[in-house]
């Protein structure tokens, strides 16, 4: 099968609700993945590592678009590096689709930093490209309060401000941007609502009717969080509507 979209990454928790979403629009879906997988429904997948270099030249091969959703916290700019080069060496361009993190460039450090070096990747490339920032997904939010919860005591730290957003609308407006024209740099995603690390512990603690004491901890270094370098800025088009109590009411039920 001749796949007319690539998508990498796509095993993981956005990549399976992109992939999911592309063939309900009658999209054949190529996913690079490092472990053999058995291909149907419309979906070919293909073995590679983008941090080894391995495999790509063949995943991109006829691919008008690539969706570009792995990622790892070490080597992702690398990753990032590699997939452009195999990319830029087909004979017609593919259209390079990326998702970034809301604030990269206001606390361009570890992951963040490697994802700001990634987007000056895609954008220099000389591919025609798409970048989507978006906020913390709902799902790692669940993750780190479930763990928090065992302890008696729930330590957070103060003043962290965050706007997380459901994975599957920035699917959604990941498949809008595939589906379209190369746009630049599109306006960032994030979740209807601001809160604090706190309000979302205890969000979480109300729908599993649990009882624990939350502890605010000063923590140094993030001073660009508390200024709001993790909100998006201004009204953007493509917000999420779905809360976080209504995601918790689905996931936990």
Request: charged letters at 25%.
């Amino acid at each position: 099968m001749t796949s007319r979209l690539l998508v990498t990454g796509g095993t993981g928790t956005l990549g399976r609700l992109v992939v999911g979403r592309l063939r309900a629009a009658d999209c054949d879906v190529r996913v690079l993945s490092r472990r053999s997988r058995a291909s149907g429904a419309g979906v070919e997948y293909v073995t590679g590592d983008l941090a080894k270099d391995e495999g790509i030249a063949s995943a991109v091969k006829g691919a008008s678009v690539i969706v570009h959703l792995a990622s790892e916290k070490k080597g992702d700019a690398e990753a990032t590096r590699n997939l452009v080069r195999a990319a830029s060496a087909q004979d017609r361009a593919p259209h390079l689709v990326y998702v970034s993190i809301v604030g990269v460039d206001s606390l361009s450090f570890g992951y963040f930093g490697a994802k700001l070096a990634s987007e000056r990747i895609v954008a220099d490339s000389g591919l025609p490209w798409t970048v989507l920032r978006a906020t913390q997904f709902y799902d790692l939010i669940l993750t780190g309060a479930q763990k928090a919860a065992k302890l008696p005591v729930v330590p957070v730290p103060s003043g962290f401000l965050v706007q997380p957003v459901d994975a599957d609308e920035v699917a959604a407006r990941l498949v809008e941007l595939t589906l379209g024209r190369p746009a630049g740099r599109v306006p960032d995603m994030g979740g209807p609502r601001v809160s604090s690390a706190a309000e979302l512990v205890q969000g979480y603690l109300r729908a599993v009717e649990r009882r624990r004491r939350i502890l605010p901890v000063w923590m140094p270094g993030i001073g660009p969080v508390r200024a709001g370098a993790l909100l998006v800025s201004g009204t953007s088009p493509a917000a999420g509507r779905r809360t976080w109590e209504e995601f918790l009411a689905a996931r936990l039920r």
